[in-house]
């Protein structure tokens, strides 16, 4: 019976190990976008934004005695993440990472809403959104300018449920620049 239950905890054990091993460290919620492998790209962020769900929950209880509309908009967010880079002068690298994400994102069924290439200014605009059974889960928002200090790249990832009409009232509430 011993060695009966020491198998059994051995093959459980086993199992466990290897679904553990097999997967990714944390699984992706729909609407959500993975931007770790932009730093080596670009090197560290020189902004770095992560909010969950349980701050999303303190900010919209500050924000609801200013701005209720605003609370409720945030209490159906799950996470907000936001990743600014220097380009330091590489724009045509910048570039390439922007149509390689926006690659990814269509090739992962996301939907494109905005894009914009103005060659005068040397900016590219991306934004995608992805949705379940007409419900918006995530909004991604790209853009690469050379205007600041030698160019910024800015990668904003929004989930939960999105209504955006409301994005640009939660940027502007947790001070969030989309320039």
Request: net charge negative.
């Amino acid at each position: 019976m011993k060695t009966l239950k020491r198998n059994l905890l051995l093959t459980f054990a086993s199992g466990l190990t290897a679904l553990l091993l097999s997967g990714p460290a944390h699984a992706l919620t729909a609407g959500q976008f993975d931007f770790s492998d932009l730093s080596t790209q670009y090197g560290e962020p020189k902004v770095e934004v992560n909010l969950n769900a349980n701050l999303m929950q303190i900010i919209g209880r500050f924000a609801d005695q200013e701005d209720p509309e605003v609370a409720e908009i945030l209490s159906k967010l799950e996470t907000i993440q936001v990743r600014i880079y220097d380009l330091n002068e590489e724009l045509e690298t910048a570039n390439a990472a922007l149509d390689r994400v926006s690659n990814e994102l269509k090739l992962d069924s996301w939907e494109t809403l905005v894009t914009v290439n103005d060659n005068e200014e040397n900016q590219k605009v991306r934004i995608f959104s992805k949705s379940t059974d007409q419900v918006i889960d995530g909004v991604v928002v790209m853009v690469v300018s050379p205007e600041k200090d030698g160019g910024e790249a800015v990668f904003i990832n929004i989930v939960g449920e999105i209504d955006p009409a409301n994005i640009a009232k939660v940027t502007d509430k947790i001070n969030i620049e989309i320039n």
